[in-house]
């Protein structure tokens, strides 16, 4: 009996034929696997040219992705992180009305909510939704790039590992400006390609490989990012976690004020010996 002959591997599918940033086609292939082409843009940006169509998964973010993995089981810690996050946000801002684009199981919500914010949540997923409005959260159903909420609602907007997943950021951060009131904040977080260990191996990185891929569309520098904020009318306004928080406990403020020069130079070397697996980012939206 002659043997049947193995499936040929599947065509990758142009996902991004050109930049989102800059525009231009120009790039070099950076990361290839048979499943994914990851390319490096000129002007720095790394983003996904090509997929099969089998790595794209529309339902991915059912139930089992929430509790099936460490969302739940970090959820203090995350709570805390979140804190801080929202605390670097509050550096430039009087505080109020609160949004989370990908809310999750609410750990966001939860930061906000303590430190006296109006909380507010939106996911792709209408489970991590009723998982937060059954602990007593607004949470809608809805994409970043179709909020469901009102014009100018929110003093601040939280977008923690978020803006990667879509190929039209541009979309995403004019809802965001639109939901924002004038000189509201926002605070991203993203994953940082210039991690070194990333930078390194790069076809060896959870970063490119065909499971990450399956969410991630775009890797941003701090460059590339706050020119994307600057042509859609955001100003940045800081790079990286603050040192001191304003509106943090008394007592909190005091230490981060004594132990300023320390964390100022670890921050240097976190960014020198490329430790940092993510970077923060906080802006304003321009009038």
Known sequence: MTPTPPPAPATRETVMPACPVCGTARCADYVEHPEVLWVRCDCGLIYKRAQVP??????????????GGVYLRRRWRRIQKSRHQLLDALNHSAGGASLDIGCSTGY??????????EPAGTDVSEFAAQFCRERGF????????????AD???????MKHVLEHTPDPRAALREVRRV????????IAVPDPRYGRAVRNPRGSRFYGPRRSKQHFIYYTPATLARLLSEEGFRTVRVNPAIVHRRARPALRALQIATWPLRAAGQWLADALRLRKEFWLTAVRAE
């Open 54 to 67: 089998a790595l794209a998964e529309p339902n991915l973010y059912q139930e089992t992705y929430f509790t």
């Open 108 to 117: 966001v919500l939860e930061a906000a909510r303590a430190l006296g914010l």
């Open 138 to 149: 607004e949470a809608r159903q809805g994409t970043m790039t179709a909020l469901p909420f």
């Open 152 to 158: 100018a609602r929110f003093a601040i907007v939280t």
């Open 180 to 187: 924002l009131r004038p000189e509201g904040v926002l605070f």
